[in-house]
């Protein structure tokens, strides 16, 4: 499912799916040959994932969290949804504090809280909350959104 997503993600147009797949192993960006390593992304070190059913209708939402300067405004995050036939951006996680990390998960990255829009869970990362609400463009569909402090633990 996590691969699914990934793909997903870098087959489209969001400024994120394009850096990855602009910084994918090969010669676009090279190797660091002082310390061995290449500077390409590599989702074995630089990505951390959760999948978890955000609204109750079985269907696992997929979080991609990225530990990688992507060189863009492109957020470090996304939680990717099921829609249709295949997977869509339905939130991007503005968080700086995942780049400076480094390549390490760190428990407790993503928190679910007890709030919900619609069904679906509020969340919590480094830099604050994260509420939902109807998708504009994707008919059944729900985006995010970074809440106002203090209104994350309020049910809706």
């Known amino acids: 499912m996590v691969v699914e997503a990934l793909e997903a993600l870098r087959n489209s ?8 797949t602009r910084n994918l192993d090969g010669p676009v960006t090279g190797r660091d ?49 099921r829609h249709g036939d295949g997977w869509r951006v339905a ?5 700086p504090g995942l ?3 480094g390549s390490h998960a760190v428990p407790g990255l993503i928190q679910l809280l007890p709030a919900r829009t619609q069904g679906w869970r509020h969340f919590r990362v480094f830099s604050g909350s994260y509420g939902w609400y109807p998708a504009p463009d994707a008919p059944g569909a729900m985006n995010c959104a970074p809440l106002p402090l203090g209104t994350e633990m309020r049910r809706r």
């Open 13 to 20: 147009d969001e400024s994120l799916g394009e850096a990855i």
């Open 91 to 95: 939130c991007e996680i503005a968080d």
């Open 99 to 101: 780049i400076s990390r």
């Open 33 to 81: 040959t002082e310390a061995g390593r290449s500077l390409n992304f590599d989702p074995s070190s630089q990505l951390s994932w959760a999948v978890t059913d955000l609204n109750g209708d079985g269907r696992a939402e997929v979080f991609l969290l990225f530990f990688i300067p992507t060189g863009t405004a492109a957020p470090p995050g996304v939680v990717m949804q």
